[in-house]
């Protein structure tokens, strides 16, 4: 099966840079389209009933989190040279989601940290949820 657009999930830690690796080898493979997007979370603290957000921490946040992906891309353009990058805010699974059907992607690569136990329960599994909820393929890959 020909994939036409990979889309590659990055969280910048080791198993994101094989998964960056793998969807570099896809999309060249397949003469595709290649888009990596990064998703980061909004900080939040709760007082009493209500949440909290430090509205002057997101602005440094976010432009942190471009650099990143910016600086990420541009390693890569040697590889790659039509990489896109796509910067997004929220729920790191649901984004990603929302990410692959915005660009059209037919293929989302993405690493895991193989988290196990209370860990698990407790973090969540960002690419669990990916891979159960994906209308399209994911290639899940650890760092080793």
Known sequence: MPFQHVLVATDFSECSKRALDLGIELAQKFDAQLTVAHIWEVPTYSY?????VPGDWLT???????????????????RFPNAKSLLRTGAPWDEILAAAQ?????LIVMGTHGR???NRALIGSVAERVVRLSAVPVL???SS
């Open 60 to 78: 440094p946040i976010e432009a942190a989190a471009q650099a990143r992906l910016d600086e990420t891309v541009e390693d890569l353009k040697a």
């Open 102 to 106: 915005s660009v059209h992607a037919d």
């Open 116 to 118: 196990r136990g209370l």
């Open 48 to 52: 009493g009933p209500g949440m909290y």
């Open 140 to 142: 899940t890959t650890h």
